[in-house]
């Protein structure tokens, strides 16, 4: 019933790396422009990065050369790739969609909760010192 379910949170050490992953549940990500929000207790949801059809992506400057994100349209999954995670990096991470156009590119820039319209129930990262 849920169209879109992360999976992968858990407790890193400070440098260490994570993957997420979102998988679409009766529901093609190859159709929409993709993201990965966080929020950390007592903070706004903020855009971590979105990612168009065709390979446009556009991240935060916080954590710009250290997280990716990347589709996988046979497996209707996106990932978030994290390296050299900070404390500041926890927080419930969330996963989302909107359906786009094909010729829709994205070039910079993190994503806006207000643009996406479908999303997961989120996972939880924990980064520790």
């Known amino acids: 019933q849920v169209p879109l379910v992360e999976s992968g949170g858990g407790s890193v050490q400070v440098g260490g790396s994570l993957s997420l992953s979102c998988v679409g549940s009766?529901?093609?990500?190859?159709?929409?422009?993709m993201a990965w929000f966080r929020q950390a207790p007592g903070k706004e949801r903020e855009g971590v990065v979105q990612?168009?059809?065709?390979?446009?992506?556009g991240y935060s400057d916080s954590v710009r050369g250290r997280f990716t994100i990347a589709r996988d349209d046979a497996r209707n999954t996106v990932y978030l790739h994290m390296n050299s995670l900070k404390p500041e990096d926890t927080a419930t991470y969330y996963c989302?969609?909107?359906?786009?156009?094909?010729?829709?590119?994205?070039?910079?820039?993190?994503?806006?909760?207000?643009?996406?319209?479908?999303w997961g129930q989120g996972t939880q990262v924990t980064v520790s010192s």
């Open positions: 989302a969609a909107v359906p786009c156009w094909i010729f829709r590119r994205i070039s910079r820039g993190p994503p806006e909760v207000q643009e996406y319209t479908t």
């Open positions: 009766g529901y093609t990500l190859s159709s929409n422009c």
């Open positions: 990612a168009d059809r065709t390979g446009g992506t």
